[in-house]
């Protein structure tokens, strides 16, 4: 446990979270909506510090990231908990926790966990994700921290729902991240996730302005984010503040936790796809291994990535980031030297 980073005190012992745009206000005693923060004695203190769910490591590919460091293989680590309460969550039993579950897990000092990315073969740094790494900050941002000084990469895998203060103290030391967009529509975000979409889309555009490596995700439901107008709004909004060149992944949903729809039907994916190509230049499919993840040069058409599920391979990029072929320069991280 350790005392939380930004929050405030208000009346005699009451704190206010301001991490997330929840903004908690927190009698003692009292957990956030994370259920990772705790009001103790007028102070707000974080539980989840260096308490780990997972430490694994993975191919960048599955964050997922598709433009930073192809092929290369990253330690994931996550936390418990989460600032949300999708009910369609794939890491439920990570997020949707009880507090007193951190009793029952070590602490795992940053130190440690930095070390062993240093000392992983091929490793290209550190990736915050498995549940929403905005809830473990304080542990991420001391990670993140060392990670630079011995001039390794984080990558952050994140819901968004961040407030604007604690999102730039990350900027120095994340060299990317892939934020889950869950939906255009504010109401979505109320019923099914328990937040509200804005603060979601002024993190997306902030990642953008500061010029970090941004991915986006976007899980299709079945009847919940699935309307053709609600695509082309979200699209369109893509495009003008992010960029034609954003790199877009539509993931195909599967039931689990509280959603028992059937999975996605892949027409949908492909659907949507075929609509966002038509403002946007990479776009790919996600747990669909049916379908074409390949990338290729939005000018000429050249294959530039292969991929075979989480397996990448470089083959039409040179060491600058360009087309071989056409020499288009190609959005993305493509060397560590680029960093």
Same mark, same amino acid.
């Given at each position: 446990?350790?005392?939380?980073?930004?929050?405030? #005190?208000?009346? #005699?012992?009451?704190?206010? $979270?301001?991490?997330?745009?929840?903004?908690?206000?927190?009698?003692? &005693?009292?957990?956030?909506? $994370?259920?990772?923060?705790?009001?103790?004695?007028?102070?707000?203190?974080?539980? =989840? *510090?260096? /308490?780990? =769910?997972? /430490? =694994?490591?993975?191919?960048? +590919?599955?964050?997922?990231? *598709?433009?930073?460091?192809?092929?290369r293989p990253i330690l994931s680590i996550g936390s418990f908990g989460c600032n949300l309460t999708c009910d369609f969550c794939q890491n439920c039993e990570i997020t949707q926790i009880d507090p007193r579950i951190f009793s029952h897990h070590p602490f795992r000092d940053p130190e440690d966990i930095v070390?062993?990315?240093?000392?992983?073969?091929?490793? /290209?740094?550190?990736?915050?994700? *498995?549940?929403?790494?905005?809830? *473990?900050?304080?542990?991420?941002?001391?990670?993140?921290?060392l990670i630079k000084e011995h001039h390794f990469s984080n990558v952050m895998v994140t819901n968004g729902y961040i407030n604007p203060g604690p999102l730039d103290e990350l900027f120095p030391f994340m060299d990317a991240f892939n934020v889950d967009l869950k939906s255009f529509r504010n109401l979505f975000y109320q019923?099914? =996730?328990?937040? %509200?979409?804005?603060?979601?889309? +002024? %993190?997306? #555009? %902030?990642?953008?302005?500061? &010029?970090?490596?941004?991915?986006?995700?976007?899980?299709?439901?079945?009847?919940?984010?699935?309307?053709?107008? +609600?695509?082309?709004?979200?699209?369109?909004?893509? %495009?003008d503040h992010c960029g034609r060149s954003t790199i877009l992944h539509v993931s195909r949903y599967y039931p689990y936790y509280k959603m028992d729809k059937p999975p996605t039907p892949l027409s949908t994916i492909e659907g949507f796809m075929e609509l966002a190509r038509e403002q946007i230049?990479?776009?790919?499919? &996600?747990?669909?291994?049916?379908?074409?993840?390949?990338?290729? $040069?939005?000018? $000429?058409?050249?294959?530039?990535?292969?991929?075979?599920l989480y397996d990448a391979r470089v083959s039409g990029i040179d060491p600058d980031g360009n087309c071989t072929e056409c020499k288009q320069k190609i959005v993305g991280v493509f060397n560590k030297e680029a960093l």
């Amino acid at each position: 446990m350790q005392e939380a980073l930004h929050y405030r #005190k208000f009346d #005699k012992q009451g704190v206010e $979270c301001l991490l997330c745009p929840h903004r908690c206000k927190l009698k003692p &005693g009292h957990y956030g909506k $994370c259920r990772t923060r705790i009001n103790r004695d007028g102070k707000l203190f974080t539980e =989840s *510090y260096g /308490i780990l =769910s997972s /430490i =694994s490591s993975d191919p960048i +590919e599955k964050k997922p990231l *598709y433009h930073f460091l192809p092929g290369r293989p990253i330690l994931s680590i996550g936390s418990f908990g989460c600032n949300l309460t999708c009910d369609f969550c794939q890491n439920c039993e990570i997020t949707q926790i009880d507090p007193r579950i951190f009793s029952h897990h070590p602490f795992r000092d940053p130190e440690d966990i930095v070390n062993k990315a240093i000392l992983q073969h091929d490793n /290209i740094g550190l990736a915050y994700t *498995y549940n929403e790494p905005t809830v *473990y900050f304080e542990y991420m941002i001391r990670c993140a921290r060392l990670i630079k000084e011995h001039h390794f990469s984080n990558v952050m895998v994140t819901n968004g729902y961040i407030n604007p203060g604690p999102l730039d103290e990350l900027f120095p030391f994340m060299d990317a991240f892939n934020v889950d967009l869950k939906s255009f529509r504010n109401l979505f975000y109320q019923q099914r =996730s328990g937040a %509200s979409l804005h603060p979601v889309l +002024e %993190s997306i #555009k %902030s990642i953008a302005k500061a &010029g970090r490596h941004l991915e986006l995700t976007f899980l299709i439901i079945p009847d919940h984010n699935d309307d053709e107008k +609600e695509w082309q709004e979200m699209i369109k909004w893509i %495009s003008d503040h992010c960029g034609r060149s954003t790199i877009l992944h539509v993931s195909r949903y599967y039931p689990y936790y509280k959603m028992d729809k059937p999975p996605t039907p892949l027409s949908t994916i492909e659907g949507f796809m075929e609509l966002a190509r038509e403002q946007i230049d990479y776009v790919y499919p &996600g747990n669909t291994p049916q379908l074409d993840n390949h990338t290729y $040069c939005p000018a $000429c058409g050249n294959l530039l990535i292969e991929r075979f599920l989480y397996d990448a391979r470089v083959s039409g990029i040179d060491p600058d980031g360009n087309c071989t072929e056409c020499k288009q320069k190609i959005v993305g991280v493509f060397n560590k030297e680029a960093l």
